[in-house]
């Protein structure tokens, strides 16, 4: 009948063959989610903003390599109780904002010690690439496609990540190599995001809203870091 949407077929729904109370449902989850992460993204731009125009709090990060690399590890020790709790309010929140807090300081200081043109450029380029990769993502889930074959090979590229990232503290490397591990770890993240929110989109329990907030966030952070050693690298080696 004309103007009847039939989900079962794809049309109106999230994926082809959700049904219309699954629909309504999910959609009320993943609003929740991105209302979870537009907040963090808020504290963490307050917090990173205040870092860097505030010059006092950044000499004292950037001079004391013990407490900036405490910012540093802290977020990944908070990780195991935010999984442990993510379905325990209100805990769930208490360890993400912590979490939120520490990782917005690091951000602050990677800003104040770059040049404000590149933190900009940084940051438009991060902007275009997260609302275009999320339209896409959730216009390919649309159409029936899947990205959970990513996960593996998203894992391993993270690993060859890490491993080179800990090898640059030892060996660093020249402005040409930082560039070019800046856009390939840029393009992971990029990845990263579509999978994970391919995930929200239909794999993720309603319970998991907190860790669907924290793994979209660190796909953005870690975007915008790697686009940021991309660009400091290029004009580096300029």
Not at 178 to 203: E, H, M, Q, S
Not at 214 to 227: C, E, H, K, P
């Amino acid at each position: 009948m004309k103007g009847v949407v039939d989900l079962e077929a794809g049309e109106g729904g999230l994926y082809p063959g959700i049904g219309y109370g699954e629909n309504e449902l999910r959609w009320g989850f993943i609003r929740k989610v991105y209302g979870i992460l537009t907040a963090q993204i808020l504290l963490t731009t307050i917090i990173s903003s205040f870092t860097v125009l505030y010059a006092p709090l950044n000499d004292t990060l950037t001079d004391s390599p013990g407490l900036l690399f405490a910012l540093a590890i802290l977020p990944l020790v908070l990780l195991c109780p935010l999984y442990l709790y993510r379905e325990r309010h209100p805990l769930n929140f208490v360890f993400l904002g912590l979490f939120t807090v520490c990782l917005s300081l690091t951000i602050g200081v990677a800003c104040a010690n770059t040049e404000g043109k590149i933190v900009l450029e940084a940051l438009i380029l991060t902007s275009a690439v997260v609302c275009s990769l999320t339209g896409y993502t959730f216009w390919a889930a649309k159409k029936g496609k899947d990205f959970s074959y990513l996960g593996p090979v998203l894992f391993a590229g993270l690993i060859v990540l890490l491993t080179t990232s800990f090898i640059q503290m030892f060996f660093p490397l020249g402005p040409t190599s930082v560039a070019i591990f800046g856009g390939l770890g840029a393009i992971l993240f990029a990845a990263y995001l579509v999978y994970d929110t391919d995930n929200l989109i239909k794999r993720h329990s309603y319970d998991d809203y907190i860790w669907a907030s924290v793994v979209l966030y660190l796909d953005i952070l870690n975007l915008f870091l790697s686009l940021l050693n991309m660009l400091k690298g290029m004009q580096s080696d300029g």
